[in-house]
T-cell receptor, first 114, second 115 residues
């Protein structure tokens, strides 16, 4: 594809529900990143994959957050038992390199927990 | 730990005027530095990046930035602003090796352009 795509673009969940957010990176990109962007703030790092290996998950805020990239391409960010503080835009980015060099961002998924 | 400070939350300039957005970083080694722009409802678009070499880097849309190691700064400039430049701008720092996957962003500067 031409760029990074994310789905859904908008998600409304009731508190306590589980959600799954999908990211399709640019074809062939080795690295994939997830960020959380709260209103009025910059993106905050959540986790990072190099191919299918999750090399850094230090930014995941709790054990309710889980990410996977089983075949080294598409990635899913799952949030269990959503809380209101999980409301944010979740951004996915991919990079052709093995580092944070030149990341290409998707449009994000706006999650609202009611 | 790496960090980024963008001191100006909001800047307003007149169309055609020059622009400078400030960015200060903290990083223990030679950083990668980036500027991104985000329009409402859109993802982030990379404007320019610095890794090494010439400290004045040129980017897209007529933007440039200068890396000043002594000041730990990477300020973004544009000589003449267009109304379409109104957006939010983020400075980010990333690293080599063990932290290579992690970029740290500032909280952004919102640019308003007056006609």
């Amino acid at each position: 594809g031409a760029g990074v795509s994310q789905s859904p673009r908008y998600k409304v969940a009731k508190r306590g529900q589980d959600v799954a957010l999908r990211c399709d990176p640019i074809s062939g990109h080795v690295s994939l990143f997830w960020y959380q962007q709260a209103l009025g703030q910059g993106p905050e790092f959540l986790t990072y994959f190099q191919n299918e290996a999750q090399l850094d998950k230090s930014g995941l805020p709790s054990d309710r957050f889980f990410a996977e990239r089983p075949e080294g391409s598409v990635s899913t960010l799952k949030i269990q038992r959503t809380q209101q503080e999980d409301s944010a835009v979740y951004l996915c980015a991919s990079s052709a390199a093995r580092t944070a060099y030149e990341q290409y961002f998707g449009p994000g998924t706006r999650l609202t927990v009611t | 730990a790496q960090s980024v400070t963008q001191p100006d939350i909001h800047i307003t300039v007149s169309e055609g005027a020059s622009l400078e957005l400030r960015c200060n970083y903290s990083y223990g080694a030679t950083p990668y530095l980036f500027w991104y722009v985000q329009s409402p409802g859109q993802g982030l678009q990379l404007l320019l990046k610095y890794f090494s070499g010439d400290t004045l880097v040129q980017g897209i849309k007529g933007f440039e930035a200068e890396f000043k190691r002594s000041q730990s700064s990477f300020n973004l400039r544009k000589p003449s602003v267009h109304w379409s430049d109104a957006a939010e701008y983020f400075c980010a720092v990333g690293g080599y090796n063990t932290n290579a996957g992690k970029s740290t962003f500032g909280d952004g500067t919102t640019l308003t352009v007056k006609p």
